[in-house]
């Protein structure tokens, strides 16, 4: 591991940048490397819902006006097992970088600088680097770009693992929470309760045809799955065996494409609430929402997508998982989600990133910077 770029990745990879924690420290090491290179940076600073600070990083260079491109890469890394000793020690073994983060997403970073670096004084149009918190937890620190109205530019390369693959589209992603109220009571005489585990049953049965019917009728042949799904994917409820229940809850997760309202499954949910009370009068039921995240849906034809397809030698695609690039989008730019790696190592003990893809990718980004600015 003696290039610049794999030191680099080891320097990010060492700090400790999981989500529950403060990601200030990479963020003070990525704003020194970008004023390095004649970057001038701002802060975004908020807290997050536990009081733990955390700071997006928006560096620019180039001259004046609307930015042609962004680099955009998420700080924030998913919690690792203690017993993985090596998480925050780059490890190199078979053409494999292993470490937290290698590959999800502090090799695009490091890819991302690494192009800067090589373009500096190289480039007139102005280029933006952004380094952003908490994308693992629902993209926040996005969220707070596009609150704050404070990045600007044509296009964006979201990091992401995607195998040098360019993804032009991601479905969205959206959370509720449904509980269904009985009444408490001995289970030997049920007439005198109402089981919440019963009622929660006929509403599921209700959800469970929709998902597999009339959500389905909306489709996107580019997905895979070409339609938006459905999911509960936590049930508890009662306190014990003999007990007649009287509170159940739910977790839905559904994930609508791009064309899809996201409030659509929420408002269905809300009209099958409706169906059981006509039933029962005395059903009773509540949802509420906690994520409301639409897709992105970025044209084949885009240059920004057309360009790394080309460079990179695979055609665009789609992906059912979430990205910063609707974030993007409703900033004004046109994104497309790129980087080294393969999805499905990361999030995982021995997650890693190869070589030979951490380089090439740094060598795309340098291109496409070269290309559009």
């Known amino acids: ?97 292993y470490g937290r983060g290698a590959c999800d997403t502090k090799g695009f970073i490091a890819c991302a600088l690494t192009a800067a670096e090589r373009t500096r004084g190289a480039h007139q149009r102005p280029l933006i680097l952004t380094f952003t918190a908490d994308e693992e937890t629902g993209c926040v620190g996005a969220k707070k770009l596009l609150d704050g109205r404070v990045l600007a530019a ?12 360019p993804v ?13 109220f009985g009444k408490e009571g001995h289970s030997a005489y049920p007439d005198t309760g109402a089981s919440a585990i019963f009622r929660g049953a006929r509403l599921l049965t209700r959800l469970e045809a929709y998902a597999k019917g009339e959500l389905r009728a909306h489709v996107h042949r580019d997905f895979s799955p070409p339609f938006g799904t459905l999911n509960v994917g ?11 229940p009287g509170h159940l809850k739910l977790t839905l997760e559904w994930r609508p494409l791009p064309s899809q309202p996201v409030e659509e499954v929420l408002n269905r949910v809300r009209a099958l609430i409706e169906e059981c009370q006509r039933e029962e009068p005395g059903f009773s039921a509540t949802v509420r929402d906690s994520r409301m995240d639409r897709g992105f849906d970025t044209a084949d034809s885009a240059d920004v997508v057309r360009f790394l397809a080309g460079a990179s030698g695979n055609e665009s695609r789609t992906v059912a998982f979430g990205t910063e690039g609707p974030q993007l989008a409703a900033l004004g730019a046109v994104p497309v989600v790129f980087g ?34």
């Open 1 to 97: 591991m003696s290039s610049g770029l794999t030191t680099l990745l080891g320097e990010l990879v060492a700090i400790d940048s999981t989500s529950s924690r403060s990601n200030v420290p990479i963020i003070d090491l990525l704003e020194a490397r970008l004023r390095a290179m004649d970057f001038t940076c701002e802060r975004q600073r908020y807290l997050d819902e536990r009081g733990t600070e955390k700071h997006n990083l928006i560096g620019r260079r180039g001259g004046e006006g609307l930015a042609e491109l962004a680099l955009v890469g998420h700080s924030d890394c998913v919690p690792f097992d203690p017993e993985w000793k090596e998480a925050l020690t780059l490890t190199e073994r078979d053409g494999r970088l």
């Open 234 to 244: 936590m049930v508890s409820g009662g306190k014990a065996k003999n007990i007649i």
């Open 154 to 165: 044509k296009r964006a390369i979201v990091g992401e693992p995607t195998s040098l693959t």
């Open 340 to 373: 080294p790696g393969d999805i499905t190592v990361a999030h995982q003990t021995g997650e890693y990133v190869p070589v030979d893809e951490l380089h090439r990718c740094a060598d795309l980004l340098e291109a496409a910077v070269r290309h559009f600015c």
């Open 168 to 180: 032009r589209a991601n479905k969205g992603y959206c959370l509720a929470e449904v509980e269904v």
